[in-house]
């Protein structure tokens, strides 16, 4: 068979610890063998922004706003304690973070269903994606404790110095008060990536806040939410034949539930932290978990939702074999590539993208998985665990019967 060609490369974001060592052994396993691969490749690892100081996942990203479409492996976000292990001239900041700050972008997350392995809520039929608003609220909160009696106000001064004035509180003994803030921008932006997404995945798309209790600040979510699907992209949705509907967050919980899934889910900052735990938790493991940062116009970074995997990286090297993962990293590779094929127009890159994922799953509901799914295999005849390069092994053969 003749190899994909590619018109336009990817932008490879290459990674940390274990998922590093599963990135290399994936694209000479599935993809350089069928894939002309044409990438542009910056090494996210923490060695290289040690060097470049950080500069290397900033052209990663301004790359990926050039090129529209990336491919991320897990990084190590550094601590204190990686600071000393890697020997860092500074505690250099999440990767993730400094992209989505340059994409301003909105993080989506999917699991992969597999038959075999059931989501805890029996009615669950199709993934749940939650689309999560990272940016203010209450992780950009001020916060105070009044030690007695006083007034709590909530003052602004406009920029011309003119002053807006608001009672909060008449505390008479001690308590907590905390103020937060949005931005129309920001929420704007939120809104963007969500529609666009729901075109590009052909989903519904439902959001919900407490705008019933919040009548000015959730509810500004809501106003802006509906004014630019109205301008933006109401036609664009009955064509698609999908749906955008605002409700409750109580309201929308009870319905996730009920649901048998198959849309995405927004949320505002802290309920999609808290929500993507409960959603992701109840569909499997973390393992599964694929994410995709979309930004509103459009650019795209595919990545797993998991991290470097550091315990069997360690064991991987004292030599001991390790049973890691690689679905999500497989799946952020089948995304990218997929998105590319769509936007050059090269529908057997799209096909392989398919292929390769449709390969994945058979693998594993065929019995064949790593040990973490093992543990939760429900399959008639007992789990085969094999190790992660065994697993991506197994991928190949079953691609290479559809040749
Ligand atoms: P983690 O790498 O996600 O791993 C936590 C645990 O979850 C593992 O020890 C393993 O459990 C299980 N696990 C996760 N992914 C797995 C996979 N693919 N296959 C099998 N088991 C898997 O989280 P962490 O240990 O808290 O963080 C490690 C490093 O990753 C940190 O330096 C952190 O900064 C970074 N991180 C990066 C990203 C990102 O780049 N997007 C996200 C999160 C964390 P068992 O040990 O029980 O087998
Ligand atoms: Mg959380």
Wanted: net charge negative; with cysteine.
């Amino acid at each position: 068979m003749d190899k994909i060609k590619m018109t336009t490369p990817l932008v490879e974001m290459d990674g940390d610890e274990m998922t590093r060592v599963l990135w290399a052994d994936i694209k000479k396993e599935l993809l350089e063998p069928f894939i002309d691969l044409k990438t542009e490749y910056y090494d996210l690892g923490l060695p290289e922004r040690e060097r470049t100081r950080d500069q290397v996942t900033v052209d990663s990203a301004e790359a990926t706003k050039k090129y529209g479409v990336a491919v991320k492996c897990a990084t190590i976000t550094p601590n204190a304690q990686r600071v000393e292990e890697y020997k860092l001239s500074q505690m250099w900041k999440s990767p993730n973070g400094t992209i989505r700050a340059i994409l301003d972008g909105t993080v989506f997350r999917t699991p992969i269903m597999v038959k075999g392995i059931s989501p805890v809520v029996k009615n669950w039929k199709k993934p749940i994606t939650i689309a999560r608003h990272a940016y203010g609220d209450v992780y950009k909160n001020s916060e105070f404790q009044p030690k007695g009696p006083g007034k709590a106000e909530l003052v602004f001064t406009a920029a011309d110095g003119s002053e807006t004035r608001q009672t909060i509180f008449d505390f008479t003994a001690p308590g907590v008060l905390q103020g937060q803030y949005n931005t129309d921008k920001s929420i704007s932006s939120f809104a963007r990536s969500c529609f666009q997404y729901a075109l590009d995945t052909k989903q519904d798309l439902w959001f919900a806040t407490k705008d019933t209790i919040s009548k000015q600040y959730d509810h500004r979510f809501k106003d802006i939410f509906q004014e630019i699907f109205g301008a933006e992209y109401r036609d664009e949705f009955a064509r698609a034949g999908i749906d955008y509907f605002y409700t409750l967050i109580d309201d929308a919980v009870a319905r996730v539930i009920r649901s048998e899934g198959g849309f995405i889910w927004a949320c505002k900052n802290y309920d999609g932290d808290v929500m993507s735990d409960m959603v992701s938790t109840a569909f499997g493991s973390l393992a599964m978990m694929t994410s995709v940062l979309v930004s509103p116009e459009g650019n795209y970074e595919y990545e797993a939702a998991h991290g470097t995997v550091t315990r069997h990286y360690y064991k991987y090297l004292k030599g001991e074999a390790t049973s890691t993962n690689p679905m999500a990293t497989v799946f952020a590779w089948t995304g990218a590539l997929r998105k590319r094929g769509e936007l050059d127009g090269i529908p057997a890159l799209e096909r392989f993208a398919d292929r390769l994922e449709k390969a994945a799953i058979a693998v594993i509901e065929g019995g064949v998985m790593t040990r973490d799914l093992a543990g939760l295999w429900e399959g008639e005849s007992p789990a085969k665990a094999v190790t992660g390069l065994e697993f991506l092994k197994a991928i190949r053969q079953e691609v290479e019967k559809g040749i």
